[in-house]
């Protein structure tokens, strides 16, 4: 699953994600999603972030401007920003 996380800002491939874990993450996401569209705002968002605890041992990445610009960089290379691995059964 991926992800963008702090320090540094990059982005991450997940594995071995428990349930909550993977819900946390496409919360993050989705809210991303919504950060992108226009449907949060850039304090919000932050906000919003920084108040979840990290994911194991790593934060979730709340800086908007950072967050566009990994978006951008990725967009430009070609390569997705979204992958779907199924439902767990």
């Known amino acids: 699953m991926l992800a ?7 982005w991450a491939e997940l594995h071995g ?8 993450v496409g919360r993050y996401m989705s ?3 919504h950060l992108v569209a226009g449907g949060v705002t ?6 919003r972030v920084r108040s979840w605890r990290p994911l194991r041992t ?18 430009e290379a070609g390569e997705s920003t979204f992958r ?3 439902r767990r059964e």
Do not use: I, K, M, N
Not at 4 to 10: A, E, I, N, V
Not at 17 to 24: K, P, Q, V
């Open 4 to 10: 963008l996380l702090d320090y540094p800002p990059r």
């Open 42 to 47: 850039g304090p919000a968002f932050r906000r």
């Open 17 to 24: 994600l428990t349930r909550g874990e993977a819900r946390r």
């Open 31 to 33: 809210l991303v999603g």
């Open 58 to 75: 790593e934060r979730l990445l709340s800086t908007p401007d950072a967050v566009f610009a990994l978006l951008t960089e990725r967009v």
């Open 84 to 86: 779907y691995e199924g």
